[in-house]
């Protein structure tokens, strides 16, 4: 199975990089203000990131410092998909709170984890990570966001031959979800999908075309900057933030 993944994530990196237009990496990685501490902190994130990125072994034979019974995999798959300890809901909440300022400069009204309880059924589920009141054609978009790995074996073949095949499952699997909900509701259902080596969903995709359309408007600035400049924002967080997660789990 290992050597499966290896050669799956393979082919997934070089899928990525024959179309740019699926990531962006570390491009604005060196932009943050400096301290001793924070240059410490970025040289050991940036070095793990890219160790894990060129799929290296990050697991150093251990065990997952949150969870004693499961080892971690040479290729980060445990550490980046954990939920134990909270690091993947502050992957998720910084991921989300960009989105959300971004609208905000934008000129959208946004209002976060909106859903809870709304619903005829009552559902204890939040069907928008962010609400956005008017969007398209006088529509509210309800936005998903969420982050899936392409090493999930119920994806990992497709993925490895397909750039998004990981994002296209979680796309389907959320729309099949929260649609219904969303109609109720009178919103639209806009899942915002991110592949944690960092290619983006078709309607993510979509999204990011029409928000960097608002965003050169509001800021004067073309539509080509704008966008590169979101995608690299989001692509850098998502970076450190993996790389915190397999930071954190390979502590003896």
């Known amino acids: 199975m290992y050597f499966v993944q290896v050669e799956t994530q393979f082919n997934l990196r070089k899928t990525l990089?024959?179309?740019?237009?699926?990531?962006?990496?570390?491009?604005?990685?060196?932009?943050?203000?400096?301290?001793?501490?924070?240059?410490?902190?970025?040289?050991?994130?940036?070095?793990?990131?890219?160790?894990?990125?060129?799929?290296?072994?990050?697991?150093?034979?251990?065990?997952?410092?949150?969870?004693?019974?499961?080892?971690?995999?040479?290729?980060?798959?445990h550490a980046t998909t954990c939920k134990r300890g909270g690091d993947?809901?502050?992957?998720?909440?910084?991921?989300?709170?960009?989105?959300?300022?971004?609208?905000?400069?934008?000129?959208?009204?946004?209002?976060?984890?909106?859903?809870?309880?709304?619903?005829?059924?009552?559902?204890?589920?939040?069907?928008?990570?962010?609400?956005?009141?008017h969007w398209c054609m006088g529509k509210p978009a309800a936005l998903d966001l969420s982050v899936t790995s392409p090493l999930n074996p119920l994806t990992l073949l497709e993925a490895g031959v397909t750039a998004g095949a990981a994002a296209k499952a979680t796309e389907e699997r959320k729309l099949k979800a929260n649609t219904g909900k969303c109609a109720d509701l009178g919103w639209v259902c806009v899942p915002v999908v991110a592949e944690s080596y960092g290619a983006w969903g078709l309607t993510a995709r979509d999204f990011f075309s029409k928000l960097g359309s608002r965003l050169a408007t509001s800021l004067g600035k073309s539509k080509s900057v704008v966008t590169h400049e979101l995608y690299g924002r989001m692509s850098m967080n998502l970076a450190r933030a993996n790389a915190t997660v397999i930071l954190s789990r390979s502590v003896p």
């Open 88 to 133: 993947v809901v502050y992957r998720h909440n910084r991921l989300r709170d960009i989105v959300a300022e971004s609208c905000r400069r934008a000129h959208l009204s946004v209002h976060l984890e909106v859903g809870h309880n709304l619903t005829p059924d009552h559902s204890n589920t939040r069907p928008a990570d962010i609400l956005i009141p």
């Open 17 to 77: 990089a024959d179309d740019t237009k699926y990531y962006y990496m570390f491009a604005n990685w060196l932009k943050i203000r400096s301290s001793i501490i924070i240059i410490t902190t970025i040289i050991s994130q940036f070095q793990v990131a890219v160790k894990w990125w060129l799929g290296l072994d990050t697991s150093g034979d251990a065990q997952c410092a949150l969870c004693p019974e499961k080892s971690l995999d040479p290729l980060g798959h």
